[in-house]
């Protein structure tokens, strides 16, 4: 009887890979809440070696729809990278919005050494960071939130501010009251459990008016005003998410130029965010420097303070290391044959020499044929007839 061939084992890559029914179930076995604080915290700590990166602002492709993004960055020991998309009209399609994955690898060989979702993770990322900047852009006393835009990210951002910032007020609204209703069902247990009262609005007007923090989290892909001037008012701070590529904005640029404006990496945002509609010298200050001590946060409890937030891959450097390690942690990742095991690292066509042996093996010759040949592939035809198939 023949022994089948089988490619002789090698030093192994292991990747790992995390899909998103783990990934929920690793937030749900942590709880929401202690992830986003979680993810914070990671996020803090990469901000803070801000210097030590490798950056770059993202790769965009446009087209009438929507956006699709490559975003990557790197230390010393890690090499991310994350695909996005951002499409408004996916909803039509039952699809979601943004869907997203992402990587990380090992910066001494290249090797991937994991693979994940990051749609769900995006979202409690980006709620992570506008807390993180809120923490030190906001008034102290800040208690009432108004969230424009009540749409998949919504939640995440509500929970992130009422858990982790002092929020004790929601003010909801949406031009779709159906996505408003879904997120207070959503918010229902949380709420409850937290004493934070929730109000569905009519207008932007009506949430924003007397607030201390406005979130701004719409999806259309337009220069859009959401929020006016004549909407703000002395000492707010204002987390803008939703304006994230070229021509989609949500704020009417006379609010930049009264507000103090922070952001994440400033070539990017320029060509991305809230600032794209500002002249090139606009003054901002990254986010980075707040964290470090080196540029003042808020400076007054009447300043008007804008975060233009349009999303970095240090941040999903961040989130991707923290959701690996709760993996690892919960032994919820498995491993993914994604980069060949070879004998020699040099002869990757043994690959399939010896994957061919294994399907002769498996199924008994009866003839030339009995491997199908491609067409032009000299290497399966009868002896004597190699070169004419050149």
């Not at 937030?27 to 803070?48: D, K, N, P, Q, Y």
């Amino acid at each position: 009887m023949n022994t089948p061939l089988h490619v002789p084992a090698s030093p192994a890559v292991d990747t790992l890979f995390l899909g998103y029914p783990e990934a929920a179930r690793l937030v749900a076995r942590r709880g929401v809440v202690a992830c986003l604080r979680g993810m914070v915290e990671a996020i803090e700590s990469a901000f803070l070696r801000w210097p030590e990166f490798d950056k770059s602002a993202r790769t965009a492709a446009h087209s009438p729809d929507g956006v699709i993004e490559l975003m990557p960055v790197s230390d010393a020991r890690h090499y991310a990278f994350k695909y996005v998309n951002g499409h408004p009209v996916n909803t039509r399609q039952g699809l979601p919005t943004v869907m997203a994955f992402g990587a990380l690898a090992d910066v001494r060989t290249g090797a991937p050494v994991f693979l994940s979702e990051l749609t769900l993770t995006t979202a409690l990322r980006t709620a992570a960071t506008s807390v993180l900047a809120a923490r030190r852009l906001a008034r102290p006393d800040s208690r009432t939130m108004a969230l424009v835009g009540n749409g998949a990210q919504s939640e995440f951002q509500a929970l992130a501010f009422a858990a982790l910032a002092g929020i004790r007020e929601l003010r909801l609204y949406d031009v779709d009251a159906e996505a408003t209703r879904k997120l207070v069902g959503n918010l229902r247990p949380w709420t409850e459990r937290l004493g934070v009262v929730v109000k569905a609005c009519a207008s932007t007007r009506a949430a924003v008016e007397g607030a201390d923090i406005v979130t701004t989290v719409t999806a259309d892909k337009a220069y859009a005003k959401i929020l006016t001037a004549g909407m703000v008012e002395s000492g707010m701070h204002i987390n803008a998410v939703g304006g994230d590529c070229p021509g989609k904005t949500e704020l009417d640029a006379a609010i930049l130029s009264a507000a103090r404006v922070f952001v994440e990496y400033e070539p990017q945002t320029r060509i991305e965010g809230e600032i794209q509609q500002m002249p090139a010298d606009f003054p901002v200050t990254e986010l980075w420097r707040v964290l470090n001590g080196s540029a003042p946060g808020r400076q007054s409890p009447r300043e008007v303070t804008v975060f233009d937030s349009v999303g970095f891959a240090l941040e999903d450097y961040a989130a991707l290391r923290y959701m690996r390690d709760l993996a690892h942690e919960a032994g919820m990742a498995v491993a993914l044959p994604l980069v060949p095991q070879l004998a020699d690292p040099k002869d990757l066509y043994g690959l399939l020499a010896a994957a061919e042996a294994n399907e002769r093996q498996a199924r008994p010759a009866t003839g030339p044929a009995a491997v199908p040949a491609e067409r032009g592939d000299a290497t399966a035809l009868p002896a004597g007839m190699a070169f004419a198939a050149r």
